[in-house]
T-cell receptor, first 113, second 113 residues
Framework: KAGVTQTPRYLIKTRGQQVTLSCSPISGHRSVSWYQQTPGQGLQFLFEYFSETQRNKGNFPGRFSGRQFSNSRSEMNVSTLELGDSALYLC????????????FGNGTRLTVT | AQSVTQPDIHITVSEGASLELRCNYSYGATPYLFWYVQSPGQGLQLLLKYFSGDTLVQGIKGFEAEFKRSQSSFNLRKPSVHWSDAAEYFCAVAFFGNEKLTFGTGTRLTIIP
């Protein structure tokens, strides 16, 4: 079974621009979560989607948004980029059930200049 | 709110020595506990998980962890580390009724020959 695939792996953007990151979950997984990882803040939960609906949301400003398509693929969008948005963005999928572990992709490294 | 504490930011051990990484969680309900490992530039890989039953769980790569309810702890152990174990290790917790997985700040493991 293929793992979680994130594209692109690296991205360089300028302040004020917007960016869209993509995630393809493991086949059969309907839940997709997004995390931001930075050296200072660690792993912070952004949001989770299940069957095209946002099920959980972290404490991030409205500039961060996401969506999920009918094939469970997910996109994350960040508008009006700030320098502090530079981070590794990780996507993870899981099977149904509260105790199902997350399976992570290798992430997208976003650098904002 | 649920939280996870990994008190050791950085640990250095000699190759062949034993290892114990500490993890404590806070909340009142029965937790679902996980340990993940992250190599540089990569996503997170699941090492092991605890849901219920036997409090000593075995994982991949020779790791094990013990759940101690009285201490709210889920420490990760390995009897003999290998140079390839050098990485960052994350403890995470979720609870029934809350899909969001909360991560600790991580422990960076360095192996010296």
């Amino acid at each position: 079974k293929a793992g979680v695939t994130q594209t692109p792996r690296y991205l360089i953007k300028t302040r004020g621009q917007q960016v869209t990151l993509s995630c393809s979950p493991i086949s059969g997984h309907r839940s997709v979560s997004w995390y931001q990882q930075t050296p200072g803040q660690g792993l912070q939960f952004l949001f989770e989607y299940f069957s095209e609906t946002q099920r959980n949301k972290g404490n991030f400003p409205g500039r961060f948004s996401g969506r999920q398509f009918s094939n469970s693929r997910s996109e994350m969008n960040v508008s009006t980029l700030e320098l502090g948005d530079s981070a590794l963005y990780l996507c993870a999928s899981r099977a149904e059930g509260y105790n199902s572990p997350l399976h992570f992709g290798n992430g997208t490294r976003l650098t904002v200049t | 709110a649920q939280s996870v504490t990994q008190p050791d930011i950085h640990i250095t051990v000699s190759e062949g020595a034993s290892l114990e990484l500490r993890c404590n969680y806070s909340y009142g309900a029965t937790p679902y506990l996980f340990w993940y490992v992250q190599s540089p530039g990569q996503g997170l890989q699941l090492l092991l998980k605890y849901f219920s039953g036997d409090t000593l769980v075995q994982g991949i790569k020779g790791f094990e962890a013990e759940f101690k309810r009285s201490q709210s702890s889920f420490n990760l152990r390995k009897p003999s580390v290998h140079w390839s174990d050098a990485a960052e290790y994350f403890c995470a917790v979720a609870f029934f009724g809350n899909e969001k997985l909360t991560f600790g700040t991580g422990t960076r493991l360095t192996i010296i020959p």
